[in-house]
């Protein structure tokens, strides 16, 4: 059961409360809607003063409230607040059908019946305050038109004072026009017998079925303005403050549920590759990565980089954070790699896939990360140096195929170079010098018959 006072709000919800602007605090908010959120338009967040948003979740739309806020976190807004709208409407529903019940019915239509008496007794003193204002003024007046035109000085402080006069008459009456436009809005007297008559079964067509979620949120803003809603997840506690028609505040504390560790959980061998692939690469094609696996979040869902960045942030993995500065022998991507080889990241790919370059990969599946190094970079020139030919002609003067020779480069056996500027570009390979035949020993000398 929800824990309800009546009474003066703590210093915390009026601070809260003062937040909103005059408009806010007046208007009826909003038109009614055909949601199950009982507090759609009513309600506001207790920490920052601003509107609640409603949302629905879960198979049975679920009704929910939350306030976006102010603050940016890593470039993303971070909710103010964000609960469950069930428990939260239970409880206002609860403290409106208790509201409403005959002897305390009649005794809220007591308790506004002085709030507008006290009220007219403050209006009544700031009336008195513009009459005051207005006759001095006159008097000030008075008094500097009968002056003598040809006593300057005199006139000069006359007329100062009428104008002080004047100042302190405008701003007694903005007072009594600002009291006047907050003045809280009165039941008239069809509405307060209509409400006495509903007093008795009130709670019987609540709960009807005929009774549409439309129908109970007109009955609320009968005799409800707004709730303020603070939330206390250190004590598993909500704290909603009711303010009624005519400034009576009602105080409710709405207990929260302990959370518990959900049954299901994201592979750990998902994780553990997570937590390694977070350290070289961005939330999007970590999800790239992960799909491309096979791999599955812990509901059966495909990745997304929202997914991720979920996951990162439960598991407190740090996120992807690139480096300014790319100094020589370092692993970089293939499209960083090209830049700083000067060459296009086509020619990176096919040189990667025959064997020329070597690669790194984290996983089956992660982008291909080249090291550059002086090594790597002598491997790319200009013009070849002589005695580099083209790849035909080595396969014509060795006697083998294109891949046999790519697997000797690979291995060290053959020297290799990638030209990349002008008509002829391409790999060039160094053959080396032919042995001698075993033929050439029986040939016979030049000059000899």
Not at 133 to 141: L, T
Not at 291 to 311: D, E, H, I, P, Y
């Amino acid at each position: 059961m929800p824990d309800t006072s009546i009474g003066i709000p703590s210093r915390r919800t009026r601070s809260a409360w003062r937040k909103t602007s005059v408009l806010d605090r007046t208007r009826a908010g909003g038109a009614v809607r055909e949601g199950a959120a009982l507090l759609q338009g009513l309600a506001a967040c207790g920490h920052c003063g601003r509107r609640l948003a409603v949302h629905y979740s879960g198979r049975f739309s679920a009704p929910g409230y939350h306030c976006a806020g102010k603050n940016i976190v890593n470039g993303r807004g971070e909710y103010c607040l964000n609960i469950g709208g069930v428990q939260i409407d239970a409880a206002v529903a609860e403290a409106f059908l208790a509201a409403l019940a005959p002897a305390g019915l009649e005794a809220s239509l007591q308790a506004i019946e002085q709030f507008d008496a006290d009220h007219e007794t403050a209006l009544a003193q700031f009336r008195r305050d513009v009459e005051r204002a207005r006759y001095n003024a006159q008097r000030a007046e008075r008094r500097y038109r009968a002056v003598d035109p040809e006593n300057r000085l005199v006139a000069r402080g006359l007329e100062a004072e009428w104008e002080s006069a004047l100042l302190e008459l405008k701003t007694a009456e903005s007072e009594l026009s600002d009291r006047e436009h907050a003045r809280p809005r009165s039941l008239t007297h069809e509405e307060r017998d209509a409400i006495l008559a509903l007093g008795k079964d009130l709670k019987r067509i609540w709960f009807a079925p005929t009774t549409s979620d439309r129908d109970r949120k007109e009955l609320l803003r009968t005799l409800l303005d707004d709730v303020t809603l603070r939330v206390e997840r250190d004590k598993y506690n909500a704290h909603l403050t009711l303010r009624w028609r005519g400034g009576l505040f009602s105080e409710v504390n709405v207990p929260l549920p302990h959370s518990h560790p959900s049954p299901i959980r994201t592979a750990d061998d998902t994780i553990d590759l997570l937590r390694r692939l977070a350290a070289h690469y961005p939330d999007t094609k970590i999800a790239g990565i992960l799909n491309r696996q096979g791999r599955t979040t812990a509901t059966g869902l495909s990745f997304t980089a929202n997914r991720v960045s979920s996951l990162r942030t439960h598991w407190e993995i740090p996120c992807f954070e690139p480096k300014q500065q790319v100094q020589d022998g370092e692993c970089m991507t293939i499209e960083k790699a090209a830049r700083a080889l000067g060459i296009a990241p086509s020619t990176l790919h096919r040189c990667l896939n025959d064997g020329f370059i070597a690669g790194e990969q984290i996983t089956p599946g992660a982008p291909w990360r080249i090291r550059i190094n002086d090594e790597l970079r002598s491997r790319f020139v200009e013009s070849a140096s002589e005695g580099y030919v083209k790849m035909f002609k080595a396969m014509n003067l060795l006697g083998v195929w294109r891949q046999t020779i790519l697997q000797r480069v690979k291995r060290g056996e053959l020297k290799a170079v990638h030209v990349y500027r002008g008509r002829a570009k391409g790999i060039r390979i160094q053959v080396p010098a032919a042995a001698p035949d075993l033929f050439d020993s029986l040939k016979k000398p030049e000059g000899v018959v």
